[in-house]
């Protein structure tokens, strides 16, 4: 699933293995379960940890580090959710908005500058409505969720 996200493939792996493992580990371990280069491990492990959706634990008796992944799916969802419109969509509208309050901007058609606005438009929207449904507890949301589908299906005609 991660590779189809745009993840890297060994970071996928890693987060997989620790999220159903729902246990820490140590890399060795991690490392030994995926037959993968230890220093590709180190490195997923350190991109996972920047998404905040790995963290260092200790375990008593053991001074190696071990990387557990958050165990609550609806955490792991507002994560991902927070984390891709922190990198990808904040970034972008910013860029939008760049290029609409440049001088050289009415040197364009006014059918690109028209298409700019409509896109920055569009990333600020689903920007807010991100941001709302990030606020939400998991119970509402997924009333959200379900409501939708229902009036999906009802606007498609197969509500009957």
Do not use: Y
């Not at 409501?147 to 009957?160: C, S, T």
């Amino acid at each position: 699933m991660g590779s189809r996200w745009g993840v890297n493939r060994t970071v996928g792996q890693i987060h997989a293995l620790l999220f159903i493992a729902a246990r820490p580990m140590h890399a060795d371990e991690i490392v030994e379960t995926l037959v993968v280069a230890r220093s590709n491990v180190s490195n997923s492990l350190k991109e996972l940890q920047s998404w905040g959706l790995v963290r260092v634990v200790h375990l008593l008796g053991d001074r190696r580090d071990h990387f557990e992944a958050q165990g609550d799916v609806w955490e792991l969802f507002r994560t991902v959710v927070r984390e891709r419109k922190a990198r990808e969509f904040d970034p972008t509208a910013g860029v939008l908005r760049e290029c609409l309050a440049h001088p050289d901007i009415a040197l364009e058609p006014a059918a690109s500058r028209q298409r700019i606005a409509q896109t920055l438009t569009l990333m600020e929207t689903l920007s807010s409505w991100g941001d709302e449904m990030l606020r939400m507890p998991p119970e509402t949301l997924m009333k959200i969720m379900k409501l939708g589908a229902r009036i999906q299906a009802l606007v498609r005609g197969k509500g009957e």
